[in-house]
């Protein structure tokens, strides 16, 4: 028997209303989660910080819909590299439509491919599990592993608008946790923006407060057999949240200290965040 290691990378590239992209990379194939941030050329220096030549990326996956997620700047560049877009039919549509605005052009035939929740595809060397989250729009998170691997397993979801028991599933033995935690309570109270904008953030298909988030991870972690080693809180309002805010109410809801427990961090709003790695062993036959 010899051992092996199976490693997954995550890394986000921006994360919140001004743009959201993250890269995924394992064994040789990499893949985008999202693709919204607003320019070209802010894209190819943020992937370059990274490592990452553009000729590498093998698909990206798109979370949902909204511009912050599919800006024309990234699907522009997916259609120019020729790199697939997968997601709902919803945020298909949205691709097209603003591809036909933008350029009075339909995008390249099967540069859009469908993706539904609930699928569990394999693109390279990384495996692909989809599952529904609770938004405005049609909205999917995402499971990663190495391909025809259990573990590492990295979890991946923004934009949610409540935590039920149906998502813990997709959660729970996480190596590593990516999630929402947009809004700091208070301060979405005292914000400047009108009552009905400040409903619809705090709606079951808006978006996911640092309470919320610090109670469902607080669920998960005790529910885990395999305790995650790392969460990001990512999304973080502009408006109404600081890291240190998200950090702070994370910790008081959630019951749990760090770093004893897990790595706890917040994702850069705008800018490339630290490579996140994680590692399994595992034992293949000679």
């Known amino acids: 028997m010899n051992t092996v290691n199976a490693e997954l990378s995550f890394r986000t590239l921006g994360s919140g209303s001004c743009g959201n992209m993250a890269v995924v990379r394992s064994g040789s194939t990499t893949i985008l989660i999202d693709a919204g941030l607003g320019s070209q050329r802010l894209i190819r220096e943020r992937l370059a910080e990274c490592g990452v030549e553009p000729l590498q990326i093998r698909a990206a996956l798109i ?39 933008k350029t009075g052009r339909l995008p390249d035939h099967g540069v859009l491919q469908v993706l539904a929740p609930g699928t569990r595809i394999v693109i390279g060397d990384i495996d692909v599990t989809t599952f529904f989250v609770p938004h405005d729009v049609p909205t999917m998170g995402f499971v990663l592993r190495p ?17 039920g028991d149906d998502l813990i599933g997709h959660f729970m033995d996480a190596d590593a946790i990516f999630i929402e935690s947009n809004y700091n309570e208070n301060m979405l109270r005292h914000s400047a923006r009108g009552l009905r904008d400040r409903h619809r953030v705090q709606s079951a298909t808006g978006h996911l407060g640092n309470i919320d988030a610090g109670r469902f991870i607080g669920r998960v972690y005790n529910l885990s057999a395999r305790k995650p080693s790392v969460v990001t809180l990512m999304h973080l309002s502009d408006d109404h949240n600081t890291p240190a805010c998200a950090i702070e109410d994370f910790k008081s809801a959630s019951g749990l200290s760090h770093p004893e427990c897990f790595c706890l961090s917040t994702a850069p709003r705008n800018g490339v965040g630290p490579e996140i790695r994680v590692v399994r062993e595992h034992c293949r036959k000679s």
């Open 63 to 101: 979370s949902h819909g909204h511009c912050d997620h599919l800006a024309f700047a990234g699907l522009k560049f997916c259609c120019d590299m020729g790199i697939p877009i997968l997601g709902q039919i919803d945020t298909l549509n949205k691709a097209t439509e603003m591809m036909v605005n």
């Open 147 to 163: 391909a025809g691997m259990e573990f590492p397993k990295v979890t991946v979801a923004t934009d949610i608008g409540r935590t």
